[in-house]
T-cell receptor, first 114, second 109 residues
Framework: KAGVTQTPRYLIKTRGQQVTLSCSPI?????VSWYQQTPGQGLQFLFE???????NKGNFPGRFSGRQFSNSRSEMNVSTLELGDSALYLC?????????????FGDGTRLSIL | EDKVVQSPLSLVVHEGDTVTLNCSYE??????LLWYKQEKKAPTFLFML????IEKKSGRLSSILDNKELFSILNITATQTGDSAVYLC?????????FGTGTRLKVLA
């Protein structure tokens, strides 16, 4: 079974631009969560989607948004990029996002802002 | 505010040593606690703990939860260089994982 796939693996952008990251969950998984990982802050929760609906959201500004498609694939978008957005963005999927099912992670997209 | 704290932040040991990693938490609507191992890329799942006092084991790794004192420990016995990684603890509340900042373990040959 293929794991969680994130594309692209690496991105370099400049301040003010916007970026879209993609995540394909494990086949059959319907819950997708996104995280930002930085050396100082660790993994910070961005949002969780299930059946194309956002069920929970972390404490990030509105520049960070996401969506989920009917095939459970998800995208996240960051607009008006800032230097502080440089991070590893991780996506994780689980069957239905219920409490007794572990999330499985992709390898992430490393975003660098110049 | 929900909080997950891991200690120590980093640890250097020699092959064959036993290590104990700690995770304490203050999270409303606690559902479960998970441990992950992160080397260079994706965190990989180790254990999910939902019941207090029941040890989970996998080879040289074991973990236990105390949901009265609100902590968990991850033990690694007979460490090997391949155990070098960041170990992450995550507490689950409805539709959200809250991660600690991790313990960086380095095992020297």
């Amino acid at each position: 079974k293929a794991g969680v796939t994130q594309t692209p693996r690496y991105l370099i952008k400049t301040r003010g631009q916007q970026v879209t990251l993609s995540c394909s969950p494990i086949s059959g998984h319907r819950s997708v969560s996104w995280y930002q990982q930085t050396p100082g802050q660790g993994l910070q929760f961005l949002f969780e989607y299930f059946s194309e609906t956002q069920r929970n959201k972390g404490n990030f500004p509105g520049r960070f948004s996401g969506r989920q498609f009917s095939n459970s694939r998800s995208e996240m978008n960051v607009s008006t990029l800032e230097l502080g957005d440089s991070a590893l963005y991780l996506c994780a999927s689980s069957l239905e996002g219920q409490d007794n099912q572990p999330q499985h992670f992709g390898d992430g997209t490393r975003l660098s802002i110049l | 505010e929900d909080k997950v704290v891991q200690s120590p932040l980093s640890l250097v040991v020699h092959e064959g040593d036993t290590v104990t990693l700690n995770c304490s938490y203050e999270v409303t609507n606690f559902r479960s606690l998970l441990w992950y191992k992160q080397e260079k890329k994706a965190p990989t799942f180790l254990f999910m703990l939902t019941s207090s006092g029941i040890e989970k084991k996998s080879g040289r790794l074991s973990s236990i939860l105390d949901n009265k004192e609100l902590f968990s420990i991850l033990n690694i016995t007979a460490t090997q260089t391949g155990d070098s990684a960041v170990y992450l603890c995550a507490v689950v509340r409805p539709y959200k994982y809250i991660f600690g900042t991790g313990t960086r373990l380095k095992v020297l040959a």
